[in-house]
């Protein structure tokens, strides 16, 4: 009796992320064509296909890059050519529920519609295009889905439902794929130094200089490789960081980190052609996932070329890998603002104010143009009247109004 119970434990312990499975060989490094294959469309004004297929794939370009994997998307119907190694096909059978959430105010009874409750499956195939299409995995399936409780404390246990924002799409899909792809091995991620990479200044919160003594090695480091891979395929320019620099830090919270700013204003000399990027450890971390979450983890001055962020940590060990893609995207957001980029409300754009749970690393087109056009002034722009000059102009050159970027009047209108 009890070693029936341990099987049937030990078999549901597998089955709620994904079968087992044995491979008949270690898989070697080479170019993956990756095929995504939707069972259905959803339709939703947020909610919906389109932006699930925009997550998947932003997702999956970072977790195979930072596995060392070269890789396309390509289409179902499409025959690959002959540099691809291997083709990955990932069936989606995907559905986003709404449900009415209690207010946390005790007083305030009210509830309101969430409609992003995300449950994914996913079937996986792997064939070695090299090898007579030898099939190396066939239909590793995982099964994933919004959970109540999902962020660890530092005693190991979980926030309360009540206190814990719910779990945005984008950290399902992370887990869902550390768990779905965890048969890929891993390799040291490809990047490329170029003659436009812009100098930067990294300034480091001390604790995280003693915890990563080997900067190379850290999260951050990998953080800045992915902003600068971002940067280079976007305006062929990245970042390369020219000198280290401390800030000390003594117990500062997200609400503290307009005052922790104004201190490194006042510390900071200007640097110019050089941005100064600085990262400190915020006390109680996953105070960034409670429902009455800090509306700042990032500030910028433009005229000063100085950002501050807080270092992201993830939510729990089994997105722990995804801390660099976190705080990737934290920092290319407040790069963007110290390369003349301004808040918009596309929910594709990586300049969103909020962290929105497409989780784009790409600059809109308003934004797009900005960049291009204002490298042409330096850095920082030569003055308040040009910058302003070149944002309305742009505006005026691009194929929508201000109606659909309703962000953007604040941006002009100071």
């Known amino acids: 009796m009890k070693t029936t119970v341990f099987f049937l434990l030990a078999l549901l312990s597998v089955y709620s992320f994904c079968f087992a499975i044995d491979l008949p060989a270690p898989i070697e490094n080479g170019k993956i064509a990756v095929t995504l294959v939707y069972d259905r469309i959803i339709d939703g004004i947020e909610f919906n296909s389109a932006n699930l297929d925009r997550c998947l794939r932003n997702h999956l370009d970072y977790y195979l890059w930072h596995k060392g994997w070269d890789y396309e998307f390509v289409d179902n119907d499409t025959t690959v050519r002959d540099d691809f190694r291997y083709r990955l096909q990932m069936k989606v059978k995907a559905s986003f529920k709404s449900k009415k959430i209690r207010s946390i105010n005790g007083v305030d009874t009210r509830e309101t519609k969430y409609g992003g409750f995300l449950k994914i499956e996913t079937d996986i195939s792997l064939v070695d295009l090299e090898n007579n299409n030898r099939i190396i995995i066939s239909r590793r399936r995982t099964k994933s889905e919004t959970g109540k409780e999902w962020v660890r404390l530092a005693d190991g246990s979980f926030m309360p439902p009540e206190l814990a924002m719910i779990e945005p799409p984008d950290f399902v899909i992370k887990e869902h794929l550390s768990n779905a792809l965890s048969f890929l091995p891993s390799y040291k991620p490809v990047t490329k130094k170029l003659k436009w990479d812009i100098p930067v200044y990294l300034v480091l919160d001390k604790r995280i200089r003693v915890r990563q003594k080997e900067f190379e090695d850290g999260d951050v480091y990998l953080a800045l490789q992915y902003i600068s891979r971002s940067l280079q395929r976007q305006f062929g320019f990245g970042l390369k960081v020219v000198e280290l620099g401390d800030l000390t830090v003594d117990a500062v919270s997200f ?25 400190f450890d915020p006390d109680l971390p996953e105070g960034f996932y409670e429902r009455t979450r ?40 407040e790069i963007g603002h110290l390369l003349g980029a301004i808040h918009v409300s596309d929910l594709n754009s990586i300049m969103n104010p909020t962290t929105a749970w497409v989780s784009s690393d790409l600059f809109d087109p308003l934004n797009y143009q900005i960049i291009k056009r204002g490298r042409g002034l330096g850095l920082p722009a030569n003055s308040v009247g040009e910058y302003l000059n070149l944002i309305t102009d742009c505006l005026d050159n691009s194929d929508y109004g201000l109606a659909d970027y309703p962000e953007v009047f604040s941006a002009i209108s100071v």
Do not use: C, K, Y
């Open 294 to 333: 800090p509306s700042r983890i990032g500030v910028s001055d433009l005229g000063r070329q100085i950002s501050l962020t807080a270092r992201l940590a993830p939510p729990n060990p089994e997105t722990s890998e995804w801390a660099a893609f976190l705080n990737g995207q934290l920092m290319l957001h």
């Open 255 to 279: 609400n503290g980190i307009s005052g922790l700013f104004d201190r490194l204003l006042e510390n900071e000399p200007f640097r110019r052609d050089t941005l100064t990027i600085a990262i």
